[in-house]
């Protein structure tokens, strides 16, 4: 239902467009990348973003807010996003028919000047929404003009009411003509018109990093560390993938490897900027962690297997896990490489324990930061089970998070054992460490049974 004229709505106001963030249905031109669910959670959180700087707008400015959404009713939209914004359904039709619907009503609850933005643009904030309306004194009509050519700001005010209902007629919607088109139809209808400084949004891969630099002015470091024995096989395409992400290093830390592991990360490392490093170290997963963890400088650190590729924009995941309260380690989902659908269903595993007893292990790329890593004595120094040791003392200090989207690793193990003998092999080994017995002795069963 909409607002009563009679709660005295200020002379300005705002409305928030946005679509719940339902896998498979929103922001799907980063799906490639981060899966239907990774979109979605990306999706709710610029939502959540944009709706706190208008309420710091409308707290500062005693303006009207309002939150228009699709995908779902309005009052599951409250529910996600809080009782103290109304909400309203956009209704049908296409953009121009539900922006035009809500400049209709928010001009007709006594709004005197209006605007409209959406949740792609994560610079927008408090102080370009009262430029936008403060420019509505003298102008009918504002946009703020997105890079991609659509705007992600447009406000009119009421006096111009009777001139731009057919503004919204005949835009090439989701083009990178809807900016020029709506200048020219604004021209053509008389209205006075003012622009914006221009700002970028998210939509595709590529923009990920203007979310990150705009949610936070300085971007925490985060230190890769990667153990390796004779990864030449996978390396290359481990640095590739994470080599796409922001303010790292990589530390490579080599267990003596025999093959062209150590050949292929030299070569990396002469032919790209980021800082990448190439330690040794005795073999061992433990060891190797904690001579990289040692030489790293980030803020957080993320331990990744040598045969474990990232996701597209994983730096922004993690930075984004870390940050909630109460969270002291991340994790991503696992998805292996094979079509086979038994892995689907090892994949399926993975998900609901990691999700629901919090238990991710050391495929899954754990990340934390470097501090608590220190405090905690570094990788538990075991022969085995150290991912296990790591996580369960995770445990005990709060909340272990799972970014939605996964990690890719090698399915080699499993295509050499088999995935029943792998899970069978799995399990005992845990019940075996929950019995006493010694990492050392189980790490020795454990590689005689796998060859």
């Given at each position: 239902m909409i607002d009563s004229p009679s709660q005295g709505l200020a002379p300005?106001?705002?409305i928030i467009f946005t679509r719940y963030p339902k896998p498979g249905t929103t922001k799907t031109?980063?799906?490639?990348?981060?899966?239907?669910?990774?979109?979605?959670?990306?999706?709710?959180?610029?939502?959540?973003h944009t709706v706190s700087q208008l309420r710091a707008w409308r707290k500062k400015s005693g303006g009207w807010l309002q939150i228009r959404a699709v995908g779902a009713s309005p009052k599951r939209v409250q529910a996600w996003l809080g009782q103290d914004v109304p909400v309203q359904s956009q209704g049908p039709g296409d953009l121009g028919d539900?922006?035009?619907?809500?400049?209709?009503?928010g001009f007709a609850q006594g709004v005197e000047r209006l605007v409209v933005v959406g949740i792609d643009c994560p610079e927008l904030d408090e102080e370009t929404i009262a430029q936008a309306l403060q420019s509505l004194e003298a102008a009918d009509l504002v946009l703020g003009p997105a890079t991609d050519g659509g705007y992600y700001l447009i406000g009119l005010r009421a006096m111009a009411v009777k001139r731009f209902t057919p503004l919204f007629q005949g835009i090439d919607w989701g083009s990178d003509r809807v900016l020029s088109q709506t200048?020219?139809?604004?021209?053509?209808?008389?209205?006075?018109?003012?622009?914006?400084?221009?700002?970028?949004?998210?939509?595709?891969?590529?923009?990920?990093?203007?979310?990150?630099?705009?949610?936070?002015?300085?971007?925490?470091?985060?230190?890769?560390?990667?153990?390796?024995?004779?990864?030449?096989?996978?390396i290359g395409q481990t640095l590739e993938e994470v080599l796409t992400g922001e303010n790292l290093e990589v530390i490579v830390v080599d267990g003596g490897s025999q093959d062209k592991t150590v050949e292929i990360v030299q070569g990396y490392g002469e032919a790209l900027s980021t800082p990448l490093r190439l330690l040794s170290s005795p073999a061992g997963r433990a060891l190797q962690c904690n001579v990289g963890?040692?030489?790293?400088?980030?803020?957080?650190?993320?331990?990744?297997?040598?045969?474990?590729?990232?996701?597209?924009?994983?730096?922004?995941?993690?930075?984004?896990v870390l940050r909630d309260e109460g969270v002291v380690a991340g994790a991503f989902e696992l998805a292996v490489a094979s079509p086979a659908w038994t892995l689907r269903l090892v994949e399926w595993g993975v998900r609901w324990r990691s999700r629901w007893l919090q238990f991710p292990y050391g495929d899954q790329g754990l990340f934390i930061s470097r501090q608590r890593l220190l405090q905690l004595g570094g990788v538990p120094d075991l022969p085995l089970m150290e991912d296990f040791e790591l996580v369960r003392r995770l445990r005990h200090l709060g909340k272990v998070a799972i970014a939605p989207v996964a990690v890719v690793t090698s399915a080699r193990r499993w295509e050499r054992l088999g995935v029943l003998r792998v899970l069978l092999l799995n399990q005992l080994i845990i019940l075996s460490y929950f019995l006493g017995i010694s990492p050392k002795r189980l790490a020795q069963w454990y590689h005689r049974r796998r060859g």
């Open positions: 300005v106001g705002a031109r980063l799906t490639p990348v981060l899966g239907p669910r990774g979109a979605a959670w990306l999706q709710e959180k610029m939502t959540r539900r922006l035009l619907r809500a400049f209709q009503e200048l020219e139809r604004g021209q053509d209808l008389g209205l006075g018109v003012r622009q914006l400084s221009p700002l970028s949004d998210v939509d595709v891969p590529e923009e990920l990093g203007v979310w990150q630099r705009a949610r936070y002015q300085t971007q925490p470091m985060i230190s890769v560390i990667i153990p390796v024995l004779n990864e030449a096989a996978e963890l040692q030489a790293a400088q980030g803020e957080w650190v993320l331990l990744l297997h040598g045969d474990t590729r990232v996701p597209r924009g994983f730096d922004v995941l993690m930075r984004e």
